[in-house]
């Protein structure tokens, strides 16, 4: 966001910020930021982008919560696409009313490694906010069968020979 353009925000734009700011996931990013030592400013459509984040956790190039969207980089070197991806989940705070945002994030990561064994190929979140888009691959879905009876045992099933 350049400088005078928050009061010509699109009216969307102005509504997603109210609303995070509103169910306090904005004010949570910034703690976020400022825990991890990143420094912020001004990004477009209104988000925050923080940059210099040094802690190691979430395992992620960026990650974003509320309207903040943070990096242990710059944003300017980030491949294309990806502010746009983190733009979705400063929507999909929005629409999860802020708090609940994380646990539902969990399940869905939780999902998605019992179906293919990686936290994104087939999390909900991060399909919606573009998976390739966010450097993530599609994978397939792996049979939920042998994958439940694994969890349950313990043991791998047999090898079949091809």
């Not at 991060?126 to 009876?149: H, K, M, N």
Request: hydrophobic fraction near 40%; include cysteine; charge should be positive.
């Amino acid at each position: 966001m350049t400088s005078g353009t928050a009061g010509r925000l699109a009216r969307q734009d102005r509504i997603r910020r109210l609303g995070n700011a509103v169910n306090l996931s904005t004010a949570l990013g910034m703690a976020v930021a400022r825990l991890g030592r990143a420094s912020v400013r001004p990004g477009p459509r209104g988000l925050l982008l923080a940059e210099g984040y040094r802690l190691p956790f979430p395992v992620a190039g960026a990650f974003t919560v509320g309207d903040v969207l943070l990096t242990a980089g710059r944003w300017d070197r980030h491949r294309p696409g990806l502010l746009e991806h983190e733009e979705r989940h400063s929507w999909q705070w929005f629409w999860c009313a802020g708090l609940p945002f994380l646990p539902a994030y969990g399940v869905a990561m939780a999902w998605s490694v019992l179906r293919t064994g990686d936290r994104a190929a087939a999390n909900a979140f991060e399909r919606g906010a573009g998976l390739v888009r966010g450097g993530y691959r599609e994978l397939p879905v792996r049979p939920l069968g042998p994958v439940v009876r694994t969890l349950l045992t313990g043991r791998r099933p047999p090898r079949r020979e091809t």
